[in-house]
Nanobody, 121 residues
Framework: QVQLVESGGGLVQAGGSLRLSCAAS????????MAWYRQTPGKERELVAS???????TYADSVKGRFTISSDNAQNPVYLEMHNLKPEDTAVYYC???????????????WGQGTQVTVSS
């Protein structure tokens, strides 16, 4: 069974920085892509940043220039560096990954449990 575990959330003042981490574990054959989403109450989950197996990154317009998605080794773990944080960045951040497990014929979509990021003004 594949699991994603996030860490690094917390409370920070506006203008501050945080680093989120997401580690995948289990019987993993390959990781096709990893991404970070965020969600606030009453709103749909939105894509913040993604990292493909080929190293291509994408970002939501609202975080471009402030957030960076990266990985040390073959997309595991994956990090989200967040700088110049704003109160509107407050949300639960979720790690997402497209992972093909051992003895599986295709990749499945997995989610972490979420980590709270709160930015005070």
């Amino acid at each position: 069974q594949v699991q994603l575990v996030e860490s690094g959330g917390g409370l920070v003042q506006a203008g501050g920085s945080l680093r989120l981490s997401c580690a995948a574990s289990g019987r993993i054959f390959s990781i096709n892509a990893m991404a970070w989403y965020r969600q606030t109450p009453g709103k749909e989950r939105e894509l913040v940043a993604s990292l493909s197996r080929g190293g291509v990154t994408t970002y939501a317009d609202s975080v471009k220039g402030r957030f960076t998605i990266s990985s040390d080794n073959a997309q595991n773990p994956v990090y989200l560096e967040m700088h110049n944080l704003k109160p509107e960045d407050t949300a639960v951040y979720y790690c997402n990954a497209a992972i093909q497990a051992v003895r599986s014929f295709r990749a499945e979509n997995y989610w972490g449990q979420g980590t709270q990021v709160t930015v005070s003004s």
